[in-house]
């Protein structure tokens, strides 16, 4: 059974580093094929993709997003994580891991959410 759990800080002031790790059990995250995506759901809002590593450490992020995101990995211990710098409160949302594979490099990564295992969602709220 494949499991994603979320993890870090609820609450943040503007201007600081938001991290966030995803600890996988049940699925090597260097599986061929298998690709490691944050998303997150603002308030009220659909939801948006912000990156990817993969079963061979190559990240991938949403244009909108790349200048803010990087996404690293512990293979050792199967967790992702996920730092998004210069947090604002337009940050503020629930942030999930998922896993979809095996898959292509060529999904749509910026549009489809058909992930074969989703975590719980973590709330990460940026206020002063």
């Known amino acids: 059974q494949v499991q994603l759990r979320e993890s870090g800080p609820g609450l943040l002031k503007p201007s600081q580093t938001l991290s966030l790790i995803c600890a996988v059990s049940?699925?090597?995250?260097?599986?061929?094929?298998?690709?490691w995506s944050w998303i997150r759901q603002a308030p009220g809002k659909g939801l948006e993709w912000i990156g990817y590593i993969d079963y061979s450490g190559t990240t991938y992020y949403n244009p909108s997003l790349k200048s803010r995101t990087s996404i690293w990995r512990d293979t050792s211990k199967d967790q992702i994580t996920l730092h998004l710098f210069s947090v604002t409160p337009e940050d503020t949302a629930v942030y999930y891991c998922a896993k979809k594979g095996p898959a292509d490099s060529d999904y749509d990564w910026l549009g489809s959410y058909d992930y074969n295992y989703w975590g719980q969602g973590t709330q990460v709220t940026v206020s002063s």
């Open positions: 049940g699925n090597s995250i260097t599986t061929e094929y298998h690709y």
